[in-house]
């Protein structure tokens, strides 16, 4: 028996909803659909363990294909039906995992064996669309994010994401520096940097932990290290946790004193790029080299069941509703080993963590 959570659902409830619809739908940065924007589906692929499966839409039949010999035909409507019945199962359903016996007969008889298809990159789903303005067709991977479970995560928190900041202007001593350890809050480490700030300390961007992921952020742009920094120490330290929010902080604040005369919108931009990379491939411990593995961009599955495309075709819309649904949010501090005093080389260094995820 096949059992998932709601974000696993989504990924088969999406391949159901897309051959139904015969077509995908562009969204906007506030997560509605562009009417005027859309791609007609030639066929969607999909590789299982051991097999490799086309799925052509022609006219109101699909026809599935198992390493490219025809295998069935089976009505558009029927997928259609399917994916009605498969949302209406994924709303109701409780805990954790769960299994959908009828939807997994109907999967198995269609040749989808499993609810996350084989992959080796950040491509949930390949899909043959045709582009109305070049008249040409291309085979695009996306990344599939659904609102009918729990936030998707964009970047997730680990060792590597952790970034190294020094305290300045003060020298706590060892009485100081047990005691702001011990705070155990429900915002412990948001009360631990007020307490090193009570003791007349600034928390002062000094490395990461990762020189891959550093270097990463370089090769997007040279000042992203300083700009995630600071984004990262803007979140602990505050009430704001949204990524369009805090860039709103920054542009305010200027910390890396941009010439703002003419209202350039210097930390959008490069936060923007930095978001579209992360989101097509860019991983922290892994060395970026600048090529997306999610070619087409991301598929949401909305409450409302509704699958709207972001392409990175539409470049701004894909940038604008990554900047308008994501928000930083704090992962185990015991785990990757972050918030609290430690001694490093003479300095007393305090160590942050970034994790993104989307907002629902």
């Not at 295998?71 to 997928?79: D, L």
């Not at 949930?124 to 479970?149: E, P, W, Y």
């Not at 598929?299 to 930083?328: A, M, P, Q, R, W």
Request: hydrophobic share 40%; proline share 2%.
């Amino acid at each position: 028996m096949i059992t998932g959570n709601k974000g696993e659902w989504s990924e088969i409830y999406a391949l159901f909803k897309l051959m139904g619809d015969k077509q995908i739908f562009a969204g906007n940065a506030d997560l509605n659909r562009i009417e005027t924007l859309f791609y007609p589906i030639i066929k969607i692929l999909r590789s299982e363990a051991t097999n490799n499966f086309e799925y052509a839409i022609n006219n109101d039949l699909v026809f599935i294909s198992e390493n490219e010999e025809e295998r069935m035909r089976i009505s558009v409507k029927t997928f259609k039906e399917q994916a009605t019945y498969l949302l209406a199962e994924i709303k109701k359903s409780t805990g954790s995992s769960f299994a959908i016996p009828e939807t997994e007969r109907f999967m198995q008889s269609v040749k989808c064996l499993s609810l996350k298809a084989k992959s080796k990159n950040k491509s949930d789903i390949r899909i043959v669309v045709h582009d109305l303005k070049t008249h040409n067709q291309s085979l695009l991977g996306f990344s599939i994010k659904s609102q009918l479970g729990e936030p998707s995560t964009l970047l997730n928190a680990s060792i590597p994401t952790n970034i190294i900041y020094e305290i300045i202007n003060t020298k706590i001593n060892t009485i100081g520096v047990t005691e702001i350890n011990s705070i155990s809050t429900k915002y412990k480490i948001r009360d631990r940097i007020a307490e090193i700030g009570r003791l007349k300390g600034n928390l002062s961007f000094f490395d990461f932990e990762s020189s891959v992921f550093k270097n990463n952020l370089i090769l997007i742009d040279s000042c992203l290290p300083k700009i995630i920094a600071e984004i990262v120490k803007i979140f602990y330290s505050s009430r704001l946790n949204t990524i369009k929010d805090i860039v709103g902080k920054l542009e305010i604040d200027n910390p890396l004193r941009y010439d703002t005369q003419h209202s350039h919108k210097f930390y959008e931009y490069k936060v923007k790029r930095f978001l579209t990379d992360v989101a097509l491939g860019m991983m922290p411990a892994t060395v970026w080299t600048g090529i997306y593995d999610a070619t087409g961009g991301y598929l949401v599955v909305k409450e409302d069941g509704d699958v709207l495309c972001y392409h990175i075709y539409n470049k701004n819309e894909f940038e604008n509703y990554l900047f308008s649904n994501t928000k930083l949010e704090t992962a185990s501090s015991t785990k990757h080993k972050f918030g609290f005093i430690e001694e490093s080389d003479g300095r007393q260094i305090f160590k942050l963590n970034l994790q993104i995820r989307f907002v629902n």
